[in-house]
């Protein structure tokens, strides 16, 4: 049984195709895996042994629902992108996608309404985020997304349902989205940089913390030395 391809492994203009169960054994792809044109596939359950492609692009595929069949897969070493699915409005299959090494594109899929499914991915493996043209999608707000808008750096959101619209919507939408001291501290983890300012930042707490307590003792040897001083000028007057 066929359970690596080393390459892309492609499905490309298949326009009788309703059944992918032939590659039911393959487990990774060596390259990206891309569903692409095929008018009558109404599902990906095929690809249920799959937990590791190069890059997933799904596009064009006029009958797909959802992505049941993918929920198995985890890593993704290149972009993900959904595009120009007309059917498609369920990506809970991805949860379990952690990672991804590229962009992440979701372009004119009119049926979607959610993005929940993405919700786990590393947003620091994220580098362009386009999230366009889904005239029914008003809820982006899931974590991946949210730290991205927070702390990622080229994002695109238009002409989507309101609370999909623009960054601003995105993180207005949700009280969670709002970026807060343990979002920013996960964020600045997961870069060297950040981890060495979250160190500075800790030393610098000490720091201060340590010159707080020998200025209160100071201050204590000092209060000491006067009550002595008193002490001995009375003793001495009497």
């Known amino acids: 049984k066929l359970a690596a391809i080393g390459n892309h492994f492609v ?9 992918i169960g032939g590659f039911r054994s393959v487990r990774n792809t060596g390259k990206s895996l891309t569903i692409l044109r ?8 095929g690809l249920s042994a799959i937990s590791f492609a190069g890059g997933l692009e799904i596009r064009e595929n006029e009958l797909l629902v959802s992505l049941a069949g993918l929920e198995k897969l985890t890593v993704l070493t290149g972009l993900l992108q959904l595009v120009n699915n007309p059917s498609l409005a369920d990506l809970s299959a991805l ?21 929940h499914g993405l919700d786990n991915i590393d947003y620091a493996t994220v580098n362009i985020l386009t999230i366009t043209d889904c005239g029914k999608l008003s809820d982006c707000s899931v974590p991946a997304i949210c730290d991205y808008l927070n702390f990622g750096s080229n994002s695109t959101l238009a002409a989507n349902a309101t609370g999909c619209n623009s960054k601003r919507e995105v993180i207005s939408s949700d009280a969670a989205c709002a970026p807060n ?15 060495w300012l979250l160190a500075l930042a800790a030393a610098a707490v000490l720091a201060a913390i340590g010159a707080w307590f020998f200025y209160r003792q100071r201050q204590r040897t000092r209060l000491l030395q006067l009550r002595i001083a008193i002490a001995q000028d009375i003793h001495d007057e009497a």
Request: proline letters at 4%.
């Open 181 to 195: 001291f343990a979002s920013q501290t996960k964020s600045l983890w997961k870069t060297e940089q950040g981890r």
């Open 38 to 45: 095929n008018k009558k596939l109404p599902e990906l359950a």
């Open 11 to 19: 499905l490309d203009n298949n326009v009788v195709l309703t059944n």
């Open 95 to 115: 949860l379990g996608v952690t990672s991804i090494k590229g962009t992440l594109q979701i372009v004119n899929n009119p049926s979607l309404v959610s993005l």
